[in-house]
Every structure is written in C-alpha cells, then in structure tokens.
C-alpha cells in the first residue's frame, strides 16, 4: 500500500511558466514533508521541506505548500528554467514513534522545462 | 557533492553471490540510511543505524543485513542475490533523527545475471 503517491509520472512546461508537482499521502500520522530532485546518475538532492504546522514553506523560485486535510501537498516552481528538469520525489515522516526519520517516497514525476 | 560516499558505483555479479556496499557519511553525522531505488517501486526504506545501533527496519530482506561502524561509515550485505535485487541502492546520512535533512550518496548500481 503505497502511503505517499505522486500520480503524474510526468510534467512538460514552458521555459519562464510555472511548475505545478502535486503529491498526495495516506498516513496521518506523517507530521514532516519535504520534495527532493533527482538527476540521472546522481543521489537525490533536498529542495525544500515543510512542517505540518505549516500550510507553505517558501524558498526563493520553490514554494510547498500543504493541505493537511486534504492530504494533499504542492511544489511550485517559478518561473520554471531548463535547469530544473529532473525527477522531483515527495516524501513524508514521522518525527517521532519507531519509524521516525525514515522517509517514505513517492515514485516520482519527471519534470521537462522547454526552452 | 553531498559529502556523502558510495563505494563501489558499479557492481554485476551473478545469482547466488553475497556482496557488500559500503557507505560513508558526511563528517559529523551520526545517522546512516539505506535506500533501494527499483524501477517499479520507486525509492524504498531499508534500514537506519543512528551512532552504531540499528534504530529503524523498512522493507528489507531477511538476505540482507547492515550494520554501522565505530568510524560511522555502514556496509550493507546481500547474499543469495536474486535478478530482482538489481537496483540502486542509496545511503543517505543526517546529523541525528527525526527530520534532519538526508544528504544522499550518488547510489550503488547493482546488476544480477
């Protein structure tokens, strides 16, 4: 049962316009979210994290946003720049309990910027 | 560079064989992760070991094992390789538990014949 879920393996945009990356969870216990980048042959990276006591995290072009009661998170890029092509991961955590710290992954979309 | 190292980057073996990868952290972090990254499953937790001691099992195989060193670097084990163990393997590191920021390794390409 796959508690962190991006449902579009892909997204095309236009150089300049916005990148919209939706990822939505199962598990209320998760109380810490975050979106890493990933290019081929490289770990992912970090971009950007956010707190469930918060509904948006900003971080220069990178937005997050979460809606806890929709179980639903968002990465926003603007504007969008060939450079960050690459396959964008949502996870999630518990800060606390057993498991804690240990992200669970979504499967990824791939996101194509177009000159 | 994450300051985050895998060793080897590339590794074929064939059924049957036991092998070892070998992860070291950033300095000055004491939590190690394993990651495995099939084509159909996406990226999946394997283990985490925080300053030598196991903290956390995931989805791993009774045919693998970890563990985590004195010097902090971390060795995963597989033995009795399957075709479906050829994946990537991740080690990602942090400076404690809960939501530190996972810096992750460039991975460990493991083919099965």
């Known amino acids: 049962d796959q508690q962190v879920k991006q449902n579009s393996p892909s997204l095309s945009v236009q150089e300049g316009r916005i990148s919209i990356l939706n990822c939505d969870y199962t598990n209320s216990m998760f109380d810490y979210f975050l979106w890493y980048k990933k290019y081929p042959a490289e770990g992912p990276t970090f971009l950007i994290s956010?707190?469930?006591?918060?509904d948006k995290n900003e971080d220069g072009r990178f937005t997050v946003f979460l809606n806890k009661s929709a179980k639903h998170l968002s990465l926003h890029i603007v504007p969008s720049q060939p450079g960050d092509s690459a396959v964008y991961f949502c996870?999630?955590?518990?800060?606390?309990?057993?498991?804690?710290?240990?992200?669970?992954f979504g499967k990824g979309t791939k996101l194509s910027v177009k000159p | 560079d994450s300051g985050v190292t895998q060793t080897p980057k590339h590794l074929i073996t064939a059924t049957g064989q036991r092998v070892t990868l070998r992860c070291s952290p950033r300095s000055g972090d004491l939590s190690v992760y394993w990651y495995q990254q099939s084509l159909d499953q996406g990226l999946q937790f394997l283990i985490h070991y925080y300053n030598g001691e196991e903290r956390a099992k995931g989805n791993i195989l009774e045919r693998f094992s970890a563990q985590q060193f004195p010097d902090l670097h971390s060795e995963l084990n597989l033995s009795s390789l399957e075709l479906g163990d050829s994946a990537l393997y991740f080690c990602?590191?942090?400076?404690?538990?809960?939501?530190?920021?996972?810096?992750f390794g460039p991975g460990t390409r493991l083919t099965v014949l």
């Open positions: 990602a590191s942090s400076v404690g538990t809960n939501h530190d920021t996972q810096y």
């Open positions: 996870a999630a955590l518990r800060s606390y309990g057993g498991s804690q710290g240990n992200l669970i």
């Open positions: 956010i707190s469930s006591i918060k």
